[in-house]
């Protein structure tokens, strides 16, 4: 008498193959607040598919996130360097404004 055990029709390599093509995402954002004031965010974000099919879906955060991306953390460097620029070109005029209207009021002794 022999046993017969069923024979499962979908290996691994079966399942990691659709799993790759069709794709799998999971996200999420984990926030933490009080009073309206947030004290911590964790984000999570997991892509199981092919970067071709993660692509084609519109999931392509990695290549805007300058924590993964190195591309995209220079842009945001220039981009906080030249906004800090003009920051201190509208401080330097406010100052001078500053001095010219202390300059025309009459001295009070």
Not at 63 to 76: C, H, I, R, V
Not at 80 to 100: A, G, P, S, Y
Request: net charge negative; no cysteine.
């Amino acid at each position: 008498m022999s046993i017969e055990h069923p024979t499962q029709s979908n290996s691994i390599v079966d399942v990691l193959e659709t799993v790759l093509d069709k794709g799998v995402v999971i996200a999420g954002d984990i926030r933490v607040g009080l009073a309206d004031v947030e004290l911590l965010t964790i984000k999570i974000r997991l892509i199981v598919a092919s970067v071709d099919k993660a692509k084609e879906i519109g999931m392509d955060w990695w290549e805007t996130d300058p924590y993964l991306n190195s591309k995209a953390a220079e842009s945001n460097t220039e981009a906080l360097e030249k906004e800090n620029e003009q920051l201190q070109k509208r401080i330097e005029q406010l100052e001078q404004n500053m001095r010219n209207v202390a300059a025309q009021q009459p001295n009070k002794e």
